[in-house]
């Protein structure tokens, strides 16, 4: 399965290309790049033709962009208004699938082929006129998106809008083929089960976002750091029909080097798909 890793790691910083170098050291293959103003600004023609310029150098080597949390450099403060495609206001919902696309238009610079893209804020409840606004949202940004070359995947965060279950019927609702998910582990951990969740998800899972817990709140930890059983979660994306990249997702305020902390967590998720080998060879 293909290495890759979040830029979130540093998501607090100005994104440098020492950064992706460190991701490449520590073993990633392929990068997704975290759409956070204070990080990479999307809309910032200099910083655009920077990272364009790193990565024609490097083809092939951008897997995907995490659609906006927030339109200004806000992350982790929450004082603006989140990037909400489901919001309640039709005005948010409009401005937020904006943003989506500006940071979809990257692929006219580099090509990439997911955006990863979040139905609601955490903890947001679900309502049945939710189910109207996703699908409204995700035919707006997948006909933005698919001259460009890129797929849509939804992921599963925390929130009832996302469940496993409202993610497939958002999606077999409207009958959209050619949209995908994001297994998101960590929140599948502290959720309904990285199992239960897979079963519910497999189909359509074209990526992940692999980071540990303790089973009770996201914290976006190094690969062993939680609870999380990665011979079971490597077993069963073994057995995906569409074979995901693995792809860390840490923690912005993680202290551990890049280089050494990615090379410790592929070593342990790949001694992980050993054991889940071992076993299935074994039955």
Not at 86 to 107: L, S, W
Not at 140 to 159: C, M, Q, S, W, Y
Request: net charge negative; proline share 4%.
């Amino acid at each position: 399965m293909l290495r890759a890793m979040s830029t979130h790691v540093r998501v607090r910083e100005r994104l440098q290309i020492s950064h992706l170098e460190a991701m490449i050291s520590g073993g990633a293959q392929a990068i997704e790049l975290f759409c956070q103003k204070e990080h990479f600004d999307y809309t910032d023609r200099a910083r655009i033709r920077e990272l364009a310029g790193w990565f024609r150098e490097h083809p092939g080597m951008l897997h995907s962009l995490h659609s906006p949390i927030y339109s200004e450099a806000d992350y982790g403060r929450h004082m603006a208004p989140p990037v909400n495609v489901v919001a309640d206001e039709k005005f948010q919902r409009i401005a937020a699938m904006d943003e989506a696309k500006r940071a979809i238009e990257f692929a006219e610079q580099t090509p990439f082929r997911f955006l990863i893209q979040h139905l609601g804020v955490g903890r947001e409840k679900w309502e049945p006129r939710k189910m109207e606004y996703a699908i409204t949202a995700l035919e707006h940004l997948r006909v933005f998106a698919k001259p460009l070359g890129v797929t849509v995947l939804v992921e599963n965060i925390d929130n009832e809008i996302t469940t496993p279950d409202k993610l497939q019927e958002i999606v077999n609702t409207a009958h959209f083929d050619d949209l995908g998910f994001c297994f998101d582990i960590g929140h599948a951990h502290f959720g309904m089960g990285v199992r239960a969740s897979f079963n519910t998800m497999q189909d359509k899972i074209r990526s992940t976002h692999l980071h540990d817990n303790h089973g009770m709140r996201d914290e976006h930890l190094w690969i062993g750091d939680g609870t999380i059983d990665w011979d079971e979660a490597m077993g069963l994306l073994l057995t995906a029909p569409h074979t995901p990249a693995l792809l860390l997702e840490i923690s912005g305020e993680s202290q551990k080097e890049i280089s050494a902390g990615a090379s410790e967590s592929f070593a342990k998720l790949e001694k992980a798909m050993e054991e889940a080998q071992r076993q299935t060879a074994e039955r």
